[in-house]
């Protein structure tokens, strides 16, 4: 059997990026073969992968990449917000977004599936870097442009990230937009882009705090309000929450004397589209009670 030398060791790290002793650990099961002992660690890495697959991953980075009219915005995830700061990990976030930009990928499982560099697919850069951290990771979901417009993109903090679609001289105020959207986190355009679902979230809740009130003012003793007017009060509410949440509408972060919309006609810039994700939005996320973890602990070994 070959004796297994730190520089070979160390050659193998330098290829693969895997611990020291994993890397000891394949090439004394690889006798030496460096070949073998890479391919070895692809399939202990990969393993490692499959048993973290199930651990929720609600942190993570949203990453951008424009080059010219094509663009895209990627939000990659982890579990913790540490891991989130791995430079190797910000590495596959950036990768990711490019990737979607120059191949236009169907869906996540095609994107996964492209050359990432060394030989490697993205999704095994992927799972090799979960057996590197010992960490699960999974790319969420992505935004790709392609468009005769302009693009611009902000990114605040890595966990919120924006790409906005416009025409426009002035390219300051595509950023400037883009900013504001982080900011104020507008759902739609203009209100006739709010989905339909989200207003009758708020017309539901607006009828559930009228009622309340009549509830109160029956038990007070006091007159209970008209239904045109309850009605008139319901449509109000809706119209207050479509202005808070549609851009054009929206106090600009900049100068709230100005609404959006007034500022773009003043700069002669038109907003088409934009996309924003917010790390982890929508991710329900574990909490744990480490007090009823130690209870149930203590109660196991008293049993």
Same mark, same amino acid.
């Given at each position: 059997?070959?004796?297994?030398?730190?520089?070979?060791?160390?050659?193998?790290?330098?290829?693969?990026?895997?611990?020291?002793?994993?890397?000891?650990?394949?090439?004394?099961?690889?006798?030496?073969?460096?070949?073998?002992? $890479?391919? =070895?660690?692809?399939?202990?890495?990969?393993?490692?992968?499959?048993?973290?697959?199930?651990?929720?991953?609600?942190?993570?980075? +949203?990453a951008s990449f424009i080059n010219g009219g094509v663009g895209a915005l990627v939000e990659v995830n982890s579990e913790t917000d540490f891991v989130a700061k791995?430079?190797?990990?910000?590495?596959?976030?950036?990768?990711?977004?490019?990737?979607?930009?120059?191949?236009?990928?169907?869906?996540?499982?095609?994107?996964? %599936?492209?050359?990432?560099?060394?030989?490697?697919?993205?999704?095994?850069?992927?799972? *090799?870097? =979960?057996? #590197? =951290?010992?960490?699960?990771?999974? &790319?969420?979901?992505?935004?790709?442009?392609?468009?005769?417009?302009?693009?611009a993109s902000y990114l605040h903090g890595a966990r919120i990230g924006v790409i906005v679609e416009f025409d426009g001289a002035d390219?300051?105020?595509?950023?400037?937009?883009?900013?504001? &959207?982080? !900011?104020?986190?507008?759902?739609?355009?203009?209100?006739?882009?709010?989905?339909?679902?989200?207003?009758?979230?708020?017309?539901?809740?607006? #009828?559930?705090?009228?009622?309340?009130?009549?509830? %109160?003012?029956?038990? *007070?003793?006091?007159?209970?309000?008209? %239904?045109? &007017?309850?009605?008139?009060?319901? $449509?109000?509410?809706?119209?207050?929450?479509?202005?808070?949440?549609?851009?054009?509408?929206? !106090?600009?972060?900049?100068?709230?004397?100005?609404?959006?919309?007034?500022?773009?006609?003043?700069?002669?810039?038109?907003?088409?589209?934009?996309?924003?994700? +917010?790390?982890?939005?929508? &991710?329900?996320?574990?909490?744990?009670?480490?007090?009823?973890?130690? *209870?149930?602990?203590?109660? *196991?070994?008293?049993?």
């Amino acid at each position: 059997m070959a004796a297994i030398t730190a520089a070979m060791v160390g050659e193998l790290r330098a290829k693969t990026d895997a611990p020291m002793m994993e890397c000891k650990k394949a090439l004394t099961e690889a006798e030496g073969d460096m070949g073998r002992a $890479e391919e =070895i660690l692809r399939v202990k890495l990969g393993g490692k992968a499959s048993k973290a697959s199930s651990r929720v991953t609600a942190e993570g980075v +949203v990453a951008s990449f424009i080059n010219g009219g094509v663009g895209a915005l990627v939000e990659v995830n982890s579990e913790t917000d540490f891991v989130a700061k791995n430079d190797d990990f910000l590495a596959l976030a950036a990768n990711a977004a490019k990737l979607v930009a120059e191949h236009n990928p169907a869906d996540v499982a095609a994107l996964l %599936a492209l050359p990432a560099g060394n030989g490697q697919t993205l999704d095994e850069v992927r799972a *090799a870097l =979960i057996g #590197k =951290i010992g960490e699960n990771m999974s &790319i969420r979901r992505f935004q790709r442009f392609e468009t005769t417009a302009k693009l611009a993109s902000y990114l605040h903090g890595a966990r919120i990230g924006v790409i906005v679609e416009f025409d426009g001289a002035d390219e300051q105020v595509g950023k400037d937009v883009a900013m504001h &959207i982080a !900011a104020m986190k507008p759902v739609a355009l203009s209100s006739d882009n709010v989905p339909a679902e989200l207003i009758e979230k708020e017309r539901s809740v607006a #009828k559930l705090k009228a009622d309340e009130d009549a509830a %109160a003012a029956v038990a *007070a003793g006091k007159p209970v309000q008209p %239904a045109d &007017i309850v009605a008139k009060r319901l $449509e109000g509410s809706v119209q207050k929450y479509l202005k808070e949440v549609s851009l054009l509408n929206q !106090a600009f972060v900049k100068n709230d004397k100005q609404s959006i919309e007034q500022m773009l006609k003043e700069k002669a810039t038109t907003v088409k589209s934009f996309t924003m994700y +917010v790390v982890g939005e929508g &991710i329900e996320k574990k909490v744990d009670d480490f007090a009823a973890e130690v *209870a149930a602990q203590m109660a *196991a070994s008293q049993g």
